[in-house]
C-alpha cells in the first residue's frame, strides 16, 4: 500500500545539514514529478520542493536558497539536501507525487522521516 518510502532523518544541530532520501517504485518515478512535504507539530503540512521529470525544480519560500531537491532516474530515487537548518525546520518530511492542484497529492502519505533540530 506504500508506495514512497522516505529516510535520513536524524537529529541534527542549527546550521548544520541532513540528506533525506525518498524511494519510488519505477511505474511512478518515471512518469511524475516528485516532491517533500513537512509536517510540524500543531501545524498543517507544508510545501517544501519538488522536482519534475525533466530535473526542473519549485521551492517553498521558507526553504529557498537552503535546500536542493533532486532526483536520480537510475535509482528511483529523489533527495532532498537541508542546508543551514534552522529551529523552525523540524517536523516530519514526507515524499508524494504533486496533484493537479497546490497542496493536492497524487497518493497516500506514508511514514515520513522525523527531523529533529536542537543545539
Known amino acids: 500500500q506504500v508506495q514512497l518510502v522516505e529516510s535520513g532523518g536524524g537529529l541534527v544541530q542549527p546550521g548544520g545539514s541532513l540528506r533525506l532520501s525518498c524511494e519510488a517504485p519505477?511505474?511512478?518515478?518515471?512518469?511524475?514529478?516528485l516532491g517533500w512535504w513537512r509536517q510540524a507539530p500543531g501545524k498543517p503540512r507544508e510545501f517544501v520542493a519538488s522536482?519534475?521529470?525533466?530535473?526542473?525544480?519549485t521551492y517553498g519560500d521558507s526553504v529557498k536558497g537552503r535546500f536542493t531537491i533532486s532526483r536520480d532516474n537510475t535509482k528511483n530515487m529523489a533527495y532532498l539536501q537541508m542546508n543551514n537548518i534552522k529551529l523552525e525546520d523540524a517536523a516530519v518530511y514526507y515524499c508524494?507525487?504533486?496533484?493537479?492542484?497546490?497542496?493536492?497529492?497524487?497518493?497516500?502519505w506514508g511514514q515520513g522521516t522525523q527531523v529533529t533540530v536542537s543545539s
Open positions: 508524494n507525487v504533486p496533484g493537479q492542484f497546490p497542496g493536492y497529492v497524487r497518493y497516500g
Open positions: 519505477r511505474r511512478i518515478f518515471v512518469r511524475n514529478a
Open positions: 522536482v519534475d521529470e525533466q530535473s526542473v525544480s
